[in-house]
């Protein structure tokens, strides 16, 4: 079976670092995952005031996550937490109010930064976030990627095989991540009524 996974880069900057580690990832995932970037950049500012009817960017938006079967968050960390235009989109996706377009679709956290750990307060953030919107998460491994722009091709390659070595196992365990949340989502899995009851 493929899975279909829409990634979301969290940086709108066109050289961005994270959308080359997205383009990695995409190249370093097992054969049951196919990936449609989610784009964000054009979403206006969120305000409930949209709610009785969404523009067509924010209908869009949603539509887009709901034609996922997972969610993978590619980003950068603003200031000790999520960037504006990230935020943003998960305020979006989230609305109106009971349209959750997050729940229950299985979800990987990653970034990369040119210091050692500069994603981490942000993916802190970012589990917060997607706890309270019923967004299962990959726990483990945490990915906080280390960027040298000599191991990275614009294609996707990835010259340093300590770095490829470990984007293909935490694709891989987010492969068999995906596959366990939509398994225990099917009907019938623990909490569903039992069957035999409506007898």
């Not at 924010?58 to 034609?67: D, I, S, V, Y």
């Not at 095989?161 to 899995?189: I, S």
Request: glycine share 10%; hydrophobic share 40%.
């Amino acid at each position: 079976m493929t899975y279909q996974i829409g990634y979301l880069v969290g940086s709108l900057a066109k050289g961005s670092i994270n959308r080359t580690l997205a383009r990695a990832l995409v190249a370093s995932a097992p054969p049951d995952l196919e990936f449609t970037e989610v784009p964000i950049g054009n979403l206006p500012l969120y305000s409930w005031d949209y709610d009785a009817d969404f523009p067509p960017e924010g209908r869009a938006f949603k539509r887009a996550l709901e034609a996922s079967d997972g969610l993978l968050f590619v980003s950068p960390e603003y200031n000790r937490s999520i960037p504006g235009a990230l935020k943003n989109a998960i305020d979006w996706g989230s609305r109106p109010w009971g349209q959750n377009s997050f729940a229950r679709k299985p979800t990987g956290i990653i970034g990369a930064s040119p210091a050692g750990i500069g994603t981490a307060v942000m993916q802190s953030s970012m589990r917060g976030v997607l706890s309270f919107l019923d967004a299962p998460q990959l726990n483990s491994p945490e990915a906080y990627i280390t960027y040298v722009a000599d191991d990275f091709g614009p294609d996707g390659t990835v010259t340093n095989e300590t770095t490829a070595r470990f984007l293909r196992h935490y694709m891989d365990e987010y492969c068999a991540f995906v596959q366990r949340v939509l398994a225990a989502n099917a009907p019938g899995h623990i909490g569903d009524d039992d069957p035999a009851s409506a007898k």
